[in-house]
């Protein structure tokens, strides 16, 4: 087949759940079927970076790079900063996926307590003198701050604050996952790290899967030009670019909405998770009181059940084996701990569940933990 026989296409229509209808006409549509600049579509680009200058309103100017979900980001990002040795800080308990990260990259990654509020203080400062005492000074920590995987922590501003200062104090870098970030239920999330940064030590990574479309792999990376250059380098050497079909379908919805519709699109998935919170609580306070103890996420959507009320000092087995013959999918807690330790907790989501489920689920529990 010669280049003049290549097929070409006409147009793409997609249509979301509320009937409306976005167009990608030929010329966009075979753009976005070529190779494209590394960094993304440039009108995507900026777009996204004007939205950044919108919610965070950086001290400095930055650079973005589109990327193929959050995740693909931070994994960029700690190819291009971590060498074999390198100490990184991580929340206990921590998204697993970071873990498997760092991991293979030969990091040594340490711990850092929390608690309701988000990330103690007092244990990151005692983390890094530990680390600095044994020869291995922390390089960056890397943190999920809003709607946290597991725990559905959201980390107040007051914390941010001094969990900056002390990255600072420290010379160190810290990465902000943030993927829940639009997934705020009750008021406008806290200042990110990234709004809060003076120094250029904060690299931010967000998505769109769960806005859009998981299956979409759309995330964004931004921070200091000096960093995400490299970052850029990296994405050139291995994948090119992130999908440009993808790209285009989100710079069409982007075109379509403008700033407003994107903001009224974000409140009605934020009204959606809400909802299936609020359900998952009642069910929680009717068949768990007494047997478990949780928090009530603000944001995300995740919860994470104590279950040391019920005697359980280690969810594995419980989950692996009992809760798997009442076909209930729980995560046992251990996964979630950096250093491999047990852990009473267990992780629930309440992203895609219908109420029926939701309720057979918690009441399929409730008498699991009954008969532990």
Known sequence: MTCNQLPHFCNNDVINNRGEKVTL??????????????????????WWSEDIKRRHNPHYETQTIVTTGSQDAQAKIMECLINPGDTVLVECPTYPGSLAILKPLGANIVG???????????????AILRCKSEGKPPKLLCTIP????????????????????????????????????????????????????????????????KLLSSGLRLGFAT????????????????SLHTCGLAQAVMMSLAN????????????????????R????????????????????????MFLWLDLAASGISDSQALIQ???????????PGGVFMPDGRSSSCV???FSTVSPQDAKEAIQRFSSLLLDS
């Open 25 to 46: 006409d030929g010329k966009e549509l075979n753009e976005a079927l070529q190779y494209s600049e590394t960094a993304g579509l440039p009108s995507l680009v900026q």
């Open 112 to 126: 850092v307590e929390m608690d309701s509020e988000g990330i103690i203080p007092n244990s990151l400062e005692a």
């Open 146 to 209: 809003t709607g946290q995987n597991p725990s559905g922590v959201t980390c107040s501003l007051e914390r941010r604050k001094e969990v900056y200062r002390i990255i600072c104090e420290h010379d160190m870098l810290l990465v902000e996952d943030d993927p829940y970030f639009f997934l705020h239920f009750e008021n406008s999330p806290p200042q990110s790290y990234l709004s809060l940064d003076s120094q250029e030590r904060v690299i931010r990574c967000d998505s769109m899967s």
């Open 223 to 238: 921070g200091p030009k000096d960093i995400m250059s490299v970052v850029n380098m990296s994405q050139q050497a291995s």
């Open 256 to 275: 379509h909405w403008g700033p407003k519709g994107f903001d009224d699109h974000v409140q009605r998935v934020q009204s959606m998770y809400k909802h």
């Open 277 to 300: 919170r609020d359900l998952m609580m009642d069910l929680c306070r009717q068949e768990l009181q007494g047997k478990a103890d949780w928090h009530t996420p603000d944001a995300g």
């Open 321 to 331: 084996d009992k809760a798997r013959e009442k076909k209930v999918l729980l995560v």
């Open 347 to 349: 992780r629930a989501s």
